[in-house]
């Protein structure tokens, strides 16, 4: 495979009242991903909770329900009524439709599993695509646990491997149970790695995917706060430029509709990314979405050949070049002496901080805690430079100094007459990355039904 047309779905969350209903909503997305000819397409995560409204029938679930519909953008006065009065007396019951969900994988996980394999194995079948399906809180097909778990779906529906987040989020805690794994699953379209939410800030975990064979690296997010999306971007440019593969990253936008009190919302900027000399800027990303809140689907083309060229030929081969026995040893020693860490400050500073900070500040120095020395681990390489480097605040320095640092700057950022192979990139506003021309929300909400439908 030379190249291949990528989709990357940013999505909002509802609660849909029908199966039918969530499944219309996808489609719109899926209909788009095929007229691009888009042949794998992925899902944000804690998308595919939407699956479980319909099969909620408690009197708390059917009130948040019908105030979400009452507060959609198209209903009409009957629905806004009706939905005031419903989220009143939402508050009142202190409803929370995370709690809802939690009850019934106590009592019926295998409905829900049944139904998120029925809808997504059936539409991946129906587009011939292999999709990513939205993460949800699933039971795990090895244990049975709930663990907030992504599955992905081969072109003829079939179940090709899922992958649990492993680094929970606090709201998470009293639903599910961490995953303890990442392994690449095998596609048509190629070795995809997956990464849930947090997962994706420890560089060990795109390495060891990255060692396993995987060509895509795809990282998924719901982030309540723009710091945990910059977070999760900055994690996923950072573990597909670590590695040299190709990078998608999809997040969850608009209304939580998780937790009813809180009134918070999903924000993030899904982007399809590539090593730096693969792309129009040489700044790693292909195409992003131009609104934080906005959904849309981004479409790239991926070029294998070039790719495998930049292996060979980049002035910095990462993926060959790191001297692994020596990483090895110092890999080992540091997590060896760290292992322990965490846990202890925790226990710690929890309780009688003032005390607790001199005993151990008594332990190292008595030699109980044995600290880390640098002379101990093996030396990969140095670096030696000049600072401070060139700039207004140093006018002293030598002019030899001051015009090599210019020089490296211009051929660092210098665009190499390439030009943006795509519309959002070629309508971006100089300085302003986030005024996009050409935001694919407008086509979303060109599509039959969705102005009706849809907030």
């Not at 009143?88 to 019934?104: H, I, K, P």
């Not at 930049?310 to 692994?324: G, I, K």
């Not at 001051?402 to 665009?415: G, W």
Request: charge should be negative; glycine fraction near 8%.
């Amino acid at each position: 495979m030379d190249r291949l047309i990528v989709a990357c779905v940013q999505q909002s969350m509802r609660l849909p009242e029908s199966a039918e209903e969530y499944r219309e909503d996808l489609r719109r997305f899926l209909r788009i991903a095929a007229t691009k000819r888009a042949r794998l397409v992925i899902f944000p995560e804690l998308g595919g909770v939407m699956v479980t409204p319909p099969l909620l029938q408690d009197f708390n679930a059917r009130l948040l329900k019908r105030a979400a519909r009452g507060r959609r953008r198209r209903a009409h006065l009957g629905q806004r009524v009706s939905g005031w009065l419903a989220q009143q007396a939402a508050g009142w019951r202190r409803a929370d439709m995370r709690t809802s969900m939690a009850a019934l994988l106590d009592v019926a996980p295998n409905d829900v599993w049944q139904t998120y394999i029925d809808l997504f194995g059936n539409l991946a079948r129906e587009f011939a695509v292999t999709i990513v399906a939205p993460s949800a809180y699933l039971p795990d097909p090895l244990d049975g646990g709930i663990r907030n778990l992504a599955v992905v779906f081969g072109p003829n529906g079939e179940r090709l491997g899922h992958q649990a987040r492993v680094m929970l989020h606090a709201g998470d805690e009293a639903i599910v149970t961490p995953g303890s794994t990442w392994d690449v699953i095998p596609t048509e379209v190629g070795s995809l790695g997956l990464m849930l939410g947090s997962d994706v800030l420890y560089p060990e975990v795109g390495r060891l995917l990255a060692y396993q064979g995987a060509e895509i690296l795809i990282a998924v997010g719901a982030c309540p706060t723009v710091e945990l999306y910059q977070k999760i971007r900055t994690g996923a440019l950072a573990r597909m430029q670590d590695n040299q593969l190709f990078g998608m990253v999809s997040f969850l936008v608009g209304a939580n509709e998780l937790v009813y009190n809180q009134q918070s919302t999903w924000v993030g900027r899904s982007a399809i990314m590539a090593p730096q000399e693969l792309t129009p800027r040489r700044n790693g990303i292909l195409v992003e979405m131009g609104n934080q809140r906005s959904e849309g689907v981004l479409t790239a083309e991926l070029d294998f050949v070039g790719l495998k060229r930049v292996w060979e030929s980049a002035d910095q081969p990462v993926r060959n070049a790191l001297p692994l026995e020596q990483a090895g040893q110092v890999l080992a020693k540091l997590y060896q002496k760290l292992q322990a860490l965490p846990r202890f400050a925790t226990q710690s500073l929890a309780s009688e901080a003032p005390l607790q900070a001199a005993a151990l500040d008594h332990n190292l120095l008595a030699g109980h805690m044995d600290p880390i020395e640098l002379d101990e681990l093996p030396v990969i390489s140095t670096l030696t430079s000049r600072w401070p480097l060139s700039g207004p605040e140093n006018a002293d320095q030598p002019a030899d100094v001051a015009d090599q640092a210019k020089l490296s700057a211009a051929a660092f950022f210098e665009p190499r007459g390439a030009a943006p192979a795509n519309a959002a990139l070629r309508n971006a506003a100089p300085g302003r990355p986030d005024r996009v021309a050409d935001d694919e929300t407008d086509e979303m909400d060109a599509l039959p039904g969705s102005a009706n439908e849809h907030p």
